[in-house]
């Protein structure tokens, strides 16, 4: 059997396609595996950052903790003061020590039943009544989203 050169440069083609995807899959794997490596890195990365910034976050919450019951403890100090110079006035006025502390006790009871109060009325707009109402009229019940007879205003 003897070939001609047509047909060597003949058989010569497929060998050459068929090796030139595997010269080209080679690259495409080293690309894909230089993107999975990039991948990881940015992965790391972010989760290094998050980790850090988690850190921040506690260690700024804990702080932030520690000067508001700080800051409390003086706000009451300083109310506890200014009741004893009121009470002190008070004596001062003419009243006894006895007198000048139940008027303050009451002043401070009034004050407390008004903060109360308010904090009740405020309550009510945690409800969500608007949007209540348009969920209750989207569905076909007309409902009002004021709460029933006796329900506490705080319950959904």
Same mark, same amino acid.
């Given at each position: 059997?003897?070939?001609?050169?047509?047909?060597?440069?003949?058989?010569?083609?497929?060998?050459?396609?068929?090796?030139?995807?595997?010269?080209?899959?080679?690259?495409?794997?080293?690309?894909?595996?230089?993107?999975?490596?990039?991948?990881?890195?940015?992965?790391?990365?972010?989760?290094?950052?998050?980790?850090?910034?988690?850190?921040?976050?506690?260690?700024?919450?804990?702080?932030?903790?520690?000067?508001?019951?700080?800051?409390?403890?003086?706000?009451?100090?300083? +109310?506890?003061?200014?009741?004893?110079?009121?009470?002190? +006035?008070?004596?001062?006025?003419?009243?006894?020590?006895?007198?000048?502390?139940?008027?303050?006790?009451?002043?401070?009871?009034?004050?407390?039943?008004?903060?109360?109060?308010?904090?009740?009325?405020?309550?009510?707009?945690?409800?969500?009544?608007?949007?209540?109402?348009?969920?209750?009229?989207?569905?076909?019940?007309?409902?009002?989203?004021?709460?029933?007879?006796?329900?506490?205003?705080?319950?959904?």
């Amino acid at each position: 059997m003897t070939t001609s050169p047509e047909t060597l440069s003949d058989q010569a083609l497929p060998d050459q396609e068929s090796t030139a995807p595997e010269q080209t899959n080679p690259t495409l794997l080293a690309a894909v595996q230089q993107w999975l490596q990039s991948l990881r890195v940015v992965v790391a990365r972010a989760i290094d950052i998050t980790v850090l910034e988690a850190r921040l976050a506690a260690l700024n919450f804990v702080l932030i903790l520690i000067i508001a019951v700080a800051s409390g403890l003086l706000l009451a100090t300083a +109310w506890i003061a200014f009741f004893g110079a009121v009470v002190a +006035w008070f004596h001062e006025l003419g009243l006894s020590w006895s007198a000048a502390l139940l008027s303050m006790a009451a002043i401070n009871l009034v004050l407390a039943i008004v903060g109360g109060f308010t904090i009740y009325r405020m309550s009510n707009n945690l409800l969500f009544k608007a949007i209540r109402k348009f969920i209750l009229y989207e569905e076909g019940e007309h409902v009002s989203a004021e709460p029933a007879a006796g329900e506490s205003p705080a319950a959904p």
